[in-house]
């Protein structure tokens, strides 16, 4: 589907006005899906990847945290909430309806210090109980790591390993006590570097890779967020690196390396000023 709606954002709109906007968008999609060719066949199948795309779409607006944009993405990814539990209801399987009770009935399970009498006074402790609860829910996860999706990329996944371990009490004492862990795993890759075996390097990456994003939870970064930092920063330079290129009449790979590393560090100085 193509074309962009006119688009204007409002505040503080009432509960009912909420409400009233919810079901008008409910019943849009249900006429879109009897009288457009294009949404009529739609199946969970065809829409997976679009769905994926919308969350990544999503995820750059926070990143640069505009609010149009984060408005119109969460839009985005709402209308495929609501599609695919329109074709559950088609199967005959759940609703819309279904789905937010599933929901509502997750949170006030897992906070009872809000619905019920257990204590919890920060965000840690509110962590911990809800990852035990997880373990307790019908039909809930058999084990600690069940919930971890297969399919999330590997740094977040290999974050969301460590953060859900920690909360059973598989961590270090002190953050510091890490980074004996690291350069361990900095010793062993150099090692299989130079041995050549090039599936144990690999490994070895892996292994330090998985300790630096530990390393990171432990100081309250999130490694995903780091790095997509730095491959902004990265990004910026290299492209002030080309821009200059150009004005020259020159080309990179024409370019000397330390050609390069002058204007590189030229803008390194311009982001700081």
Not at 130 to 146: Q, S
Not at 162 to 191: C, M, N, R, Y
Not at 228 to 250: D, Q
């Amino acid at each position: 589907m193509t074309g962009t709606p006119s688009f204007s954002i409002q505040f503080m709109n009432s509960r009912k006005e909420q409400l009233a906007a919810f079901e008008r968008m409910l019943d849009i999609l249900d006429e879109l899906r009897v009288k457009c060719p294009w949404d009529r066949k739609q199946t969970n199948e065809s829409l997976r990847p679009n769905t994926i795309e919308e969350v990544f779409e999503l995820a750059d607006a926070l990143m640069a945290d505009d609010q149009k944009s984060i408005c119109k993405e969460l839009g985005d990814v709402l209308l495929h909430v609501a599609f695919y539990s329109k074709i559950g209801s088609e199967k005959g399987t759940f609703d819309i309806a279904d789905v937010c009770n599933a929901l509502s009935d997750k949170l006030v399970f897992r906070h009872p210090h809000v619905f019920g009498e257990v204590k919890a006074d920060d965000a840690e402790t509110v962590s911990q109980n809800w990852e035990r609860l997880k373990l307790k829910e019908k039909d809930g996860n058999k084990t600690v790591l069940a919930g971890v999706p297969r399919a999330l990329p590997a740094l977040i996944k290999a974050n969301r390993i460590q953060e859900k371990v920690a909360h059973v009490g598989f961590d270090w004492e002190l953050p510091e006590q890490v980074w004996e862990k690291v350069k361990e795993e900095i010793g062993e890759t150099e090692s299989e570097i130079k041995a050549g075996h090039k599936d144990d390097v690999e490994a070895e990456f892996g292994d330090l890779f998985f300790s630096l994003v530990n390393a990171a939870r432990l100081y309250g970064v999130n490694p995903e967020n780091a790095l997509e930092r730095t491959n902004r920063k990265f990004i910026s330079r290299f492209n002030y690196l080309e821009g200059k290129a150009k004005e020259m009449g020159r080309s990179l790979k024409e370019m000397s390396l330390a050609e390069m590393d002058a204007i590189w560090e030229e803008a390194k100085t311009k982001a700081r000023d």
